[in-house]
Nanobody, 112 residues
């Protein structure tokens, strides 16, 4: 069974930064081809924020380009999401997905 766990959420003021981490563990039989970060704001659909395949092979939603950076080490089964210049629109529960498995999510709240 695969386990995915996010950490690092919290309350931050507008313009601030947070770093989320995704740890993947358990019995993984298939290659981890990519790790995805999603977010879901209240009343909105879950949306993909960033995808990490390997260093230099990443994708971002237009809304976070230039502010968020995804990095990690697939072999070590950890992928981080560095979020800078956060605004109230970034308030959401952030989820990590790997090998078809979702984490439980971590709350990010941007408020003064």
């Amino acid at each position: 069974q695969v386990h995915v766990m996010e950490s690092g959420g919290g309350l931050v003021q507008p313009g601030g930064s947070l770093r989320l981490s995704c740890a993947i563990s358990g019995r993984i039989f298939n290659p981890i081809n990519g790790v995805e970060w999603y977010r879901q704001a209240p009343g909105k659909q879950r949306e993909v924020v960033a995808v990490f395949f390997r260093p230099g092979a990443t994708n971002y939603a237009d809304s976070v380009k230039g502010r968020f950076t995804v990095s990690g080490d697939i072999a070590k089964k950890t992928v981080d999401l560095q979020m800078n210049n956060l605004g109230p629109q970034d308030t959401a529960v952030y989820y990590c997905k790997a090998v078809g498995t979702w984490g439980q999510g971590t709350q990010v709240t941007v408020s003064s």
